[in-house]
């Protein structure tokens, strides 16, 4: 019984994400259009981001702000992402000695 409920609750979640992306798929979209689209993640990832960056001490915002753009800098020279987390959180570690 326990097999049939995960399967069945597995099947009612992948369904609203399945079908979505198999008609999307099939439609053709302006450039502009297919432009735009691209843009959406790195916009909803900026915006789950900011706000930690803004909270990280929420007396002193400026630490956050620091820590973010060297995290983006270490991003913009290409180094690994665990090296631009590590480089962040190292950044925020000292500025608050």
Request: net charge positive.
């Amino acid at each position: 019984m326990i097999i049939l409920m995960i399967v069945g609750m597995s099947i009612a979640t992948m369904l609203p994400r399945v079908i979505p992306a198999a008609i999307i798929e099939k439609m053709q979209f302006r450039p502009w259009i297919n432009k735009w689209l691209s843009a959406i993640p790195y916009a909803a990832l900026g915006a789950l981001i900011f706000p930690g960056i803004m909270s990280v001490k929420p007396d002193e915002p400026h630490h956050g702000i620091i820590g973010g753009l060297v995290a983006i800098i270490l991003a913009y020279l290409g180094l690994n992402v665990i090296l631009v987390v590590i480089g962040a959180i190292l950044t925020v570690f000292l500025l608050s000695f």
